[in-house]
């Protein structure tokens, strides 16, 4: 479990990275925060080439001696980077084992790869 969850937060990491300097130098507006039970999102528009992109940061605060809020999602033009996840690592799983999905995770890291599996 312990490998899993250091793989995915490195991947979820890398792609979000890899996502957010396609709007490098960009003009970004913010929202009011929106209180969604005990989670916060904020809204950010990006605009670039006179487009408006939306960036969707879901946020929760953590449990006491833990300071600040944590990013726990983030939807780029309405796609959730952790649903994406979630649905290629189901299809691996569907037809292979936990090693094998740990396996793929590994090579897309040390590649540098999309977030295609």
């Known amino acids: 479990r312990k490998e899993y969850t250091d793989l995915f ?9 890899d996502k957010i300097a396609l709007f490098s ?3 970004d507006e913010y ?20 487009e ?3 960036i969707l940061y ?16 983030v939807e780029i033009q309405g796609v959730s ?3 994406s996840y979630r649905a290629q690592y189901a299809e691996v799983l569907k037809t ?3 090693e094998e999905l ?3 995770m590994k090579g897309k890291i040390s590649t540098g790869g999309d977030d295609e599996q």
């Open 31 to 50: 929202e009011k925060p929106v209180h969604v039970k005990t989670k916060v999102h904020v809204l950010t528009i990006v605009i670039s080439k006179g």
């Open 96 to 98: 292979g084992s936990v």
């Open 58 to 73: 879901k946020l929760y605060k953590p449990k006491e001696g833990r300071k600040g809020w944590k990013i726990y999602d």
């Open 25 to 27: 130098n960009e003009k």
């Open 52 to 54: 408006r992109n939306k």
């Open 102 to 104: 740990l396996k793929k």
């Open 9 to 17: 937060v490195e991947q979820l990491q890398n792609s979000y990275s």
């Open 81 to 83: 980077i952790v649903l």
